[in-house]
């Protein structure tokens, strides 16, 4: 599959192959589709917010908002594309020969290797839908009034794309053998999670008390 290809794809397309036997797109890409999403609503929100005369006083706040939400989105975009070409690369180093003892080394160095990037991008992915999240809770009190439900349909979207997309760090970390990786992965996820659930929570309620 080429990984490149995909935002090509109409949103039929994409739905068809990844209920499809295909192994691609899978939990770190889908993860990183709900993210830009959540990106998109962020964005949406901010646009709706620019330009009106009721929130000329938050309009520079707002801008920037919309400036940050939309890198995230574009960066979301990579990941998805980049955790399909992860997969790959993975299935490329396990059909490496393994013959003799320097060819099972060769292999086994580069498996390591690989398992570390494919967990490195849906890590990526995971931290990137929480800076939505942030932005998220920083356009809830200020954002146009008429279309805040949506930043609350971001925050949620944000919070659920990174607890999915950690879900493919957690089933390859194990096999990586550096430990010292290992825990500072973990601590990264404790800090996602815990953070994250604040920030949801908070921006929920900030849009709930402005229906």
Do not use: H
Not at 109 to 120: C, H, M, R
Not at 123 to 129: F, K, P, S, V
Request: glycine share 6%.
């Amino acid at each position: 599959m080429d990984s490149k290809q995909i935002w090509q794809w109409t949103t039929e397309e994409f739905l068809t192959v990844s209920a499809s036997s295909s192994p691609t797109p899978g939990g770190g890409s889908v993860s990183a589709y709900v993210g830009a999403l959540a990106a998109s609503m962020t964005c949406m929100v901010a646009n709706l917010t620019i330009g009106k005369e009721k929130y000329k006083d938050v309009e520079p706040r707002v801008k920037e908002i919309l400036s940050q939400a939309e890198m995230v989105l574009e960066l979301l975009k990579k990941g998805l594309s980049q955790d399909i070409a992860e997969f790959s690369n993975f299935m490329g180093v396990l059909k490496l020969p393994k013959g003799t003892e320097e060819e099972k080394a060769l292999r086994t160095g580069k498996l390591q290797e690989v398992l570390v990037s494919a967990t490195d991008t849906p890590l990526g992915i995971a931290q990137n839908c929480f800076k939505v999240l942030q932005l998220a809770q920083e356009l809830a009190p200020i954002g146009n009034k008429g279309a805040i439900s949506d930043v609350g349909v971001a925050a949620y979207l944000a919070e659920n794309a990174l607890k999915s997309a950690m879900l493919s760090v957690d089933i390859n970390l194990p096999q990586i053998k550096d430990q010292d990786y290992q825990e500072r992965v973990k601590a990264e996820r404790t800090r996602l999670f815990e953070q994250a659930a604040a920030i949801c929570a908070d921006t929920v309620a900030v849009v709930q008390s402005r229906l």
